[in-house]
């Protein structure tokens, strides 16, 4: 069994400052980790996704994550946020045995503000 | 043309109502998902379908039904539509099973339905 846990629901930050969107996760297997984001009235797309190799992983429109094996995280960071960055951040792991079900967390509000 | 299609993207019914949700791919993935967002609960999987014989049911799958018409085409149901199922539903796909098989989903953009 898989699971994610997001720590925040809501990130408010002004525009131009960093941010940082945090993900843990629990698994008993090797896992797949992604981050999907949600514009308004849109479906998800994929942000950037750590499959192996390089524990930092960078991703469309500037961001990027790291994978923390022993912390189980995988958190998102940009190094400057743009108002057009507002929308939803979900966080979803995928264990690497046969199943490979996707598991999201329950997401991060992030409002960027002028 | 998006590569996952549903519809339709909005709908308001009624209670008791039967409800059809469809969904189409051209991505050629085999297996299709059914999820459902709420504010605060992220996804939940209602069911999902690893080719056009294979169904199965996710996390919530009461009160809901699926149809996998074809490879490109897997259908959502609700007999009879209550409430609580008040939601934003979204069609994905992913590859099959295999060496390049990483769980990464290809979603739709949502169908939005209101129950009253």
């Known amino acids: 069994a898989q699971s994610v846990t997001q720590l925040d629901s809501q990130v408010p930050v002004f525009e131009e400052a960093p941010v940082e969107l945090r993900c843990n996760y629990s698994?008993?297997?090797?896992?797949?980790l992604f981050w999907y984001v949600q514009y308004p009235n849109q479906g998800l797309q994929l942000l950037l996704k750590?499959?192996?190799?390089?524990?930092l992983v960078k991703g469309i429109n500037g961001f990027e994550a790291e994978f923390n094996k022993s912390q189980t995280s995988f958190h998102l960071r940009k190094p400057s946020v743009h108002i057009s960055d507002t929308a939803e951040y979900f966080c979803?792991?995928?264990?690497?045995?046969?199943?490979?079900?996707?598991?999201f967390g329950s997401g991060t509000q992030l409002t960027v503000l002028p | 043309d998006a590569d996952v299609t549903q519809t339709p993207r909005n709908r308001i019914t009624k209670t008791g109502k039967r409800i059809m949700l469809e969904c189409s791919q051209t991505k050629g993935h085999d297996r299709m998902y059914w999820y459902r967002q709420d504010p605060g609960l992220g996804l939940r999987l209602i069911y999902y379908?690893?080719?056009?014989?294979?169904?199965n049911k996710g996390e919530i799958s009461d009160g809901y039904s699926v149809s996998r018409q074809a490879q490109a085409k897997f259908s959502l149901s609700l007999e009879s539509a209550i409430p609580n199922q008040t939601a934003l539903y979204f069609c994905?796909?992913?590859?099959?099973?295999?060496?390049?098989?990483?769980?990464?989903?290809?979603f739709g953009e949502g169908s939005r339905l209101t129950v009253l």
């Open positions: 379908s690893f080719d056009v014989k294979d169904i």
């Open positions: 698994s008993s297997v090797s896992v797949y």
């Open positions: 979803a792991v995928s264990g690497r045995g046969s199943a490979r079900q996707l598991t």
């Open positions: 750590y499959l192996s190799g390089s524990t």
């Open positions: 994905a796909t992913s590859e099959r099973e295999g060496r390049t098989h990483t769980g990464e989903l290809f």
